[in-house]
């Protein structure tokens, strides 16, 4: 079956914590991507990759880290410096060799820091 | 101004009733469209991309796009009560060979009604 997995589904941690989401795709897509979703507010860009080793930021980064050392792979780190870390987390993945730019999304992460 | 405009709903239609979700976007560059469908809880799932004027019709549903007045609409054709959803709409300037960022709006909620 091929797709985009993201673990785990819900997630709490303490403030001051570091927290790693996992976002693994088997579609053979060379883009990924990170948003984070909130109540009443539209999808936000924190992260996005066009290839292995490469990563730009979005309009949201600070206070996040992400690493992409597979192709596979797209994790992202939440750090003690995000001001607001409880969010819906959503990766996602796309071709880029033609026009159709259409992304895929996982399942999502609910992450909850109190 | 936002970049992307939905007008948030909720959007009552009855069972069978054509829906008529709409969309406006601030940025002329813009080339490809999308149409998201987010059930309560879950990630978006895509539903209709259309990067060139007219009408695009796939099943129940058809997307317009209109460049020159920078609008974007997705019909819903004999609305289901499975069709209650909220709607994302997403757009981008992305070009060939490049990750499409995308730019969401916060999403128009539909509910039909039976």
Same mark, same amino acid.
């Given at each position: 079956?091929?797709?985009?997995?993201?673990?785990?589904?819900?997630?709490?941690?303490?403030?001051? %914590?570091?927290? @790693?989401?996992?976002?693994?795709?088997?579609?053979?897509?060379?883009?990924?991507?990170?948003?984070? %979703?909130?109540?009443?507010?539209?999808?936000?860009? =924190?992260?996005?990759?066009? =290839?292995?080793?490469?990563? %730009?930021?979005?309009? =949201?980064?600070?206070?996040?880290?992400?690493?992409?050392?597979?192709?596979?792979?797209?994790?992202?780190?939440? @750090?003690?410096?995000?001001?607001?870390? @409880?969010?819906?987390?959503?990766?996602?993945?796309?071709? =880029?060799?033609?026009?159709?730019?259409?992304?895929?999304?996982?399942?999502? @992460?609910?992450?909850?820091?109190? | 101004?936002?970049? /992307?405009?939905?007008?948030?709903?909720?959007?009552?239609?009855?069972?069978?009733?054509?829906?008529? &979700?709409?969309?406006?976007?601030?940025?002329?560059?813009?080339?490809?469209?999308?149409?998201?469908?987010?059930?309560?809880?879950?990630?978006?799932?895509?539903?209709?991309?259309?990067?060139?004027?007219?009408?695009?019709?796939?099943?129940?549903?058809?997307?317009? $796009?209109?460049? *020159?007045?920078?609008? /974007?609409?997705?019909?819903?054709?004999?609305?289901?009560?499975?069709?209650?959803?909220?709607?994302?709409?997403?757009? #981008?300037? *992305?070009? #060939?060979?490049?990750?499409?960022? &995308?730019?969401?709006? #916060?999403? #128009?909620?539909?509910?039909?009604? $039976?």
């Amino acid at each position: 079956d091929g797709g985009i997995t993201q673990s785990p589904k819900y997630l709490f941690r303490k403030e001051g %914590q570091n927290v @790693t989401l996992s976002c693994e795709q088997n579609l053979n897509h060379d883009a990924m991507y990170w948003y984070r %979703q909130d109540p009443g507010q539209g999808l936000r860009l =924190i992260y996005y990759s066009q =290839i292995v080793n490469d990563f %730009q930021k979005g309009d =949201i980064a600070e206070g996040y880290s992400v690493s992409r050392e597979k192709k596979e792979s797209f994790p992202l780190t939440v @750090t003690s410096a995000q001001k607001n870390p @409880t969010a819906f987390y959503l990766c996602a993945s796309s071709t =880029i060799r033609d026009l159709a730019y259409e992304q895929y999304f996982g399942p999502g @992460t609910r992450l909850t820091v109190t | 101004q936002k970049e /992307v405009e939905q007008n948030s709903g909720p959007l009552s239609v009855p069972e069978g009733a054509i829906a008529s &979700l709409n969309c406006t976007y601030s940025d002329r560059g813009s080339q490809s469209f999308f149409w998201y469908r987010q059930y309560s809880g879950k990630s978006p799932e895509l539903i209709m991309s259309i990067y060139s004027n007219g009408d695009k019709e796939d099943g129940r549903f058809t997307a317009q $796009l209109n460049k *020159a007045s920078q609008y /974007v609409s997705l019909l819903i054709r004999d609305s289901q009560p499975s069709d209650s959803a909220t709607y994302l709409c997403a757009v #981008t300037r *992305a070009n #060939t060979g490049t990750a499409s960022k &995308l730019t969401f709006g #916060t999403g #128009t909620r539909l509910q039909v009604t $039976l």
